[in-house]
Structure formats: structure tokens, C-alpha cells
């Protein structure tokens, strides 16, 4: 069985599942297996070794909200990174 056979078959058995608490598991294994084959199946078409090379890419789609933490001791730059990176402003509670 080749790539893209591969590609199509987990495919189908994520449109096959249901989108639930108990199945996030499973489909979000489906999802790595299926951006592993793709970089594969890119990596075969472009005939190299897969590094470097700038290349045509695949996105995968983003779900959810994500919830992060900073710890650290008072007045070592948490607000200041968080601002850096999401280039929001936020208050600190200084």
C-alpha cells in the first residue's frame, strides 16, 4: 500500500469518527499519522532528503484554546515576554 493510499485511508476513518471527549485521543493520533505521511509523501516527491529545502508545506489545522503558565519569581519580565510574543498588552498587577 502506498502513501497515498495510506493518506486516504486514515482520511476516511477520521471523517468516520465522531468528534467527542472520548475519541480526542484517537483522532489526534490520526491527525500525527497523517502529517508524518504527508511530509513523507512530500519528501518522495521532491526527491530529497528532507532537510532544508524550501519545498511547498501543509498546514494543520489549529483546535481549541490553549491555556499556558508563567512562573517565576516578581519582576523578572513574565508580562514583559507575554507582550513580546502575543504583541498584546497586558497589565501587570504590580
Do not use: C, W
Not at 519580565?77 to 498588552?89: E, F, P
Amino acid at each position: 500500500m502506498g502513501i497515498t493510499e495510506r493518506i486516504k485511508e486514515i482520511e476516511s476513518e477520521m471523517a468516520r469518527t465522531q468528534k467527542n471527549k472520548a475519541t480526542n485521543y484517537h483522532l489526534g493520533t490520526l491527525k500525527a499519522k497523517l502529517a508524518k505521511l504527508r511530509n513523507d509523501l512530500l519528501v518522495e516527491q521532491s526527491g530529497g532528503s528532507g532537510s532544508g529545502g524550501a519545498g511547498e508545506g501543509f498546514d494543520v489545522a489549529r483546535l481549541g484554546d490553549a491555556r499556558i503558565a508563567l512562573i517565576g519569581f516578581p519582576s523578572v519580565g513574565k508580562s514583559s515576554l507575554l507582550n513580546q510574543l502575543t504583541a498584546t498588552q497586558s497589565e501587570a498587577a504590580a
